[in-house]
């Protein structure tokens, strides 16, 4: 077949492009500005999301139900990608809308610590979820910009390592974040509730500022690749998603894990301290710190994983992994908790898996291709769906609490409270969610069979390794002695 002028052109403008990914020093440079933002953007996340707000919570008196309000602001934001997605696909302006909304989502938190010092006291926990909720709205609005972006940054035969890598470094920075933060709830908190709720608010302001310097980082970097269309309407821009069966198929894995996610974050908190009364640090350390170590190490093998068998195999083998994720937390008692905490960190690896996954899928859903498809519509529609399985989620959690607060029963011999019931919950829709993948199509990765093939194999050879390491080493001693013994005989009898 004749190829003709169009095609050529097509050729030449693939080729454009792949040399424009191909990971020249400006692009290395711009990578490594991107990096370091988020050694910032860590320091902020694990200051706001880990003891200290739930403790902030607490100590401004927010009732149990509105606890799963509180776990379901993140996700509540996302209606805001509809129109920033829109504003980025017909006018452009994408790195001023992420440097813009960013800088707001993290500038409210320094709001809401200025809570217990600015309203009086009936206002304080109404205006937490107020503030929580502007927090969440300008963080979405940012969203498409920043998924939109680094997929055209990032060349797509290296995403999986150099996103493995940046994560690893922010876990670096949140265990450091995490085991400091705890230190200093633990060593206030017995000079009484005025003393800890100035400590909490010192440190969400802290969080918040460091945010901010977590944008200001990513000015020197070029936004590339993104050709605006202004005639792009609204429907069109949506309407290609929903057409998309691969794209149907993930946001409804996305959505029902979130569903049985959402509420997961404030209540694993109140259960560490409600009902196993442990203090921040140790808190801190089980939720945050030690889960952040070994996902620290398991990351980068899914990001080789996933280069080299697709991020499909990659999800289906991550997601198997963290279904029984919470219910492992019923057997986490006072005396006898390292089964139930072991079984907790194997979901953690999993868990590592799944995000990497999750991000790459989108990464590549929201890529520019050549210039001209505006992915951030891909985004926009993920991030509504997900959301509004994150605002279900939370109220779910929040109504179960509600109904079975001071209700006890047993599972398995364990003492079972309301949070045990919001666990089991979890753990079936986790196991729901993988129902999704079985019509997901990725073209260019291997089978599920093919990669649970290669892993078994890979295991085998290094457990082999293992076992007959000893025995080698053995022979090879053995020959040696027999070698020296050899040569001693030999100079004995030329004396």
């Given at each position: 077949?004749?190829?003709?002028?169009?095609?050529?052109?097509?050729?030449?403008?693939?080729?454009?492009?792949?040399?424009?990914?191909?990971?020249?020093?400006?692009?290395?440079?711009?990578?490594?500005?991107?990096?370091?933002?988020?050694?910032?953007?860590?320091?902020?996340?694990?200051?706001?999301?880990?003891?200290?707000?739930?403790?902030?919570?607490?100590?401004?008196?927010?009732?149990?139900?509105?606890?799963?309000?509180?776990?379901?602001?993140?996700?509540?934001?996302?209606?805001?990608?509809?129109?920033?997605?829109?504003?980025?696909?017909?006018?452009?302006?994408?790195?001023?809308?992420?440097?813009?909304?960013?800088?707001?989502?993290?500038?409210?938190?320094?709001?809401?610590?200025?809570?217990?010092?600015?309203?009086?006291?009936?206002?304080?926990?109404?205006?937490?979820?107020?503030?929580?909720?502007?927090?969440?709205?300008?963080?979405?609005?940012?969203?498409?910009?920043?998924?939109?972006?680094?997929?055209?940054?990032?060349?797509?035969?290296?995403?999986?390592?150099y996103f493995s890598r940046r994560n690893q470094l922010g876990r670096l920075v949140a265990v450091i974040t995490t085991l400091v933060a705890g230190a200093v709830l633990d060593?206030?908190?017995?000079?009484?509730?005025?003393?800890?709720?100035?400590?909490?608010?010192?440190?969400?302001?802290?969080?918040?500022?460091?945010?901010?310097?977590?944008?200001?980082?990513?000015?020197?970097?070029?936004?590339?690749?993104?050709?605006?269309?202004?005639?792009?309407?609204?429907?069109?821009?949506?309407?290609?998603?929903?057409?998309?069966?691969?794209?149907?198929?993930?946001?409804?894995?996305?959505?029902?894990?979130?569903?049985?996610?959402?509420?997961?974050?404030?209540?694993?908190?109140?259960?560490?301290?409600?009902?196993?009364?442990?203090?921040?640090?140790?808190?801190?350390?089980?939720?945050?710190?030690?889960?952040?170590?070994?996902?620290?190490?398991?990351?980068?093998?899914?990001?080789?994983?996933?280069?080299?068998?697709?991020?499909?195999?990659?999800?289906?083998?991550?997601?198997?992994?963290?279904?029984?994720?919470?219910?492992?937390?019923?057997?986490?008692?006072?005396?006898?908790?390292?089964?139930?905490?072991?079984?907790?960190?194997?979901?953690?690896?999993?868990?590592?898996?799944?995000?990497?996954?999750?991000?790459?899928?989108?990464?590549?859903?929201?890529?520019?291709?050549?210039?001209?498809?505006?992915?951030?519509?891909?985004?926009?529609?993920?991030?509504?769906?997900?959301?509004?399985?994150?605002?279900?989620?939370?109220?779910?959690?929040?109504?179960?609490?509600?109904?079975?607060?001071?209700?006890?029963?047993?599972?398995?011999?364990?003492?079972?409270?309301?949070?045990?019931?919001?666990?089991?919950?979890?753990?079936?829709?986790?196991?729901?969610?993988?129902?999704?993948?079985?019509?997901?199509?990725?073209?260019?990765?291997?089978?599920?069979?093919?990669?649970?093939?290669?892993?078994?194999?890979?295991?085998?050879?290094?457990?082999?390794?293992?076992?007959?390491?000893?025995?080698?080493?053995?022979?090879?001693?053995?020959?040696?002695?027999?070698?020296?013994?050899?040569?001693?005989?030999?100079?004995?009898?030329?004396?």
């Amino acid at each position: 077949m004749v190829s003709g002028p169009a095609d050529n052109a097509e050729t030449a403008a693939a080729s454009e492009v792949e040399v424009a990914h191909a990971p020249t020093h400006d692009v290395r440079h711009a990578m490594w500005h991107v990096t370091t933002a988020w050694l910032f953007g860590a320091a902020w996340l694990y200051l706001t999301m880990g003891a200290a707000l739930t403790r902030f919570a607490k100590l401004l008196g927010l009732p149990v139900f509105w606890f799963g309000v509180l776990a379901a602001m993140p996700y509540a934001g996302a209606l805001m990608q509809f129109p920033s997605s829109y504003v980025i696909a017909r006018y452009g302006h994408r790195k001023r809308v992420l440097l813009t909304a960013g800088v707001v989502s993290r500038l409210t938190w320094v709001l809401i610590a200025l809570i217990p010092w600015a309203l009086p006291g009936a206002w304080w926990w109404p205006m937490l979820l107020v503030l929580r909720a502007c927090s969440s709205l300008s963080g979405h609005a940012m969203s498409p910009a920043v998924m939109t972006w680094f997929g055209d940054l990032v060349p797509r035969r290296i995403r999986g390592r150099y996103f493995s890598r940046r994560n690893q470094l922010g876990r670096l920075v949140a265990v450091i974040t995490t085991l400091v933060a705890g230190a200093v709830l633990d060593h206030y908190q017995g000079q009484g509730a005025e003393v800890l709720r100035r400590t909490v608010s010192a440190l969400l302001a802290l969080g918040g500022v460091l945010g901010i310097v977590d944008f200001l980082w990513l000015v020197p970097v070029p936004d590339v690749a993104h050709r605006p269309n202004r005639r792009q309407r609204l429907w069109p821009l949506f309407r290609e998603p929903l057409r998309d069966r691969n794209f149907r198929h993930f946001v409804g894995y996305t959505a029902t894990v979130t569903l049985g996610l959402g509420f997961i974050g404030q209540f694993v908190w109140l259960y560490l301290f409600d009902v196993l009364h442990l203090n921040h640090t140790a808190a801190n350390v089980m939720l945050i710190a030690v889960p952040l170590v070994v996902g620290y190490f398991a990351v980068r093998a899914w990001g080789r994983l996933q280069d080299r068998l697709g991020c499909k195999p990659t999800l289906v083998m991550a997601g198997l992994v963290v279904v029984p994720g919470a219910m492992w937390w019923i057997f986490v008692g006072p005396e006898h908790w390292w089964l139930g905490y072991a079984g907790v960190l194997t979901s953690i690896v999993g868990w590592a898996g799944v995000e990497l996954a999750n991000f790459n899928i989108l990464l590549g859903m929201g890529a520019s291709r050549k210039g001209r498809r505006q992915g951030s519509a891909f985004l926009a529609v993920n991030g509504v769906v997900v959301s509004a399985a994150g605002v279900a989620s939370g109220v779910l959690g929040g109504a179960v609490a509600r109904v079975l607060e001071g209700w006890e029963g047993s599972f398995l011999g364990q003492r079972l409270t309301y949070h045990g019931v919001l666990f089991l919950i979890s753990g079936a829709l986790r196991l729901a969610a993988l129902a999704w993948l079985v019509g997901m199509k990725e073209p260019q990765a291997q089978s599920t069979r093919a990669a649970v093939r290669y892993i078994a194999v890979n295991i085998y050879s290094n457990l082999r390794q293992g076992l007959f390491m000893p025995i080698r080493r053995v022979v090879r001693l053995r020959r040696l002695a027999y070698v020296l013994s050899r040569r001693r005989r030999a100079q004995r009898r030329s004396r």
